[in-house]
Nanobody, 121 residues
Framework: QVQLVESGGGLVQAGGSLRLSCAAS????????MGWYRQAPGKEREQVAA???????YYTDSVKGRFTISRDNAKNTMYLQMNILKPEDTAVYYC???????????????WGQGTQVTVSS
């Protein structure tokens, strides 16, 4: 089992910055890729960014150049640095972690509980 806890959300004015953290615990040796999703009121959950175990990254178009995903494997923590925030970035942000599948690891996708990000105009 893997547990994920997000932190760092809050209220910020447009143009400001926030850094989200996702701390993993439990069977962290099972984790391969990790990512951030967000869900705004009345909208479907969308992928924001992802980072593979080797460090390669993915960003959805709307956040390219503004958000940076990173991970510190020694601390079992993933980050999302969000700059030049816009009101349309307002959402609950969730982290996830994909587990490898072998004799010990489950191969399932784990989710955190979410952290609210609100950007005022």
């Amino acid at each position: 089992q893997v547990q994920l806890v997000e932190s760092g959300g809050g209220l910020v004015q447009a143009g400001g910055s926030l850094r989200l953290s996702c701390a993993a615990s439990g069977d962290t040796i099972c984790i391969s890729a990790m990512g951030w999703y967000r869900q705004a009121p009345g909208k479907e959950r969308e992928q924001v960014a992802a980072i593979a175990s080797g460090g390669s990254t993915y960003y959805t178009d709307s956040v390219k150049g503004r958000f940076t995903i990173s991970r510190d494997n020694a601390k079992n923590t993933m980050y999302l640095q969000m700059n030049i925030l816009k009101p349309e970035d307002t959402a609950v942000y969730y982290c996830n972690a994909e587990a490898i599948q072998n004799y010990y690891c489950s191969g399932i996708l784990y989710w955190g509980q979410g952290t609210q990000v609100t950007v005022s105009s």
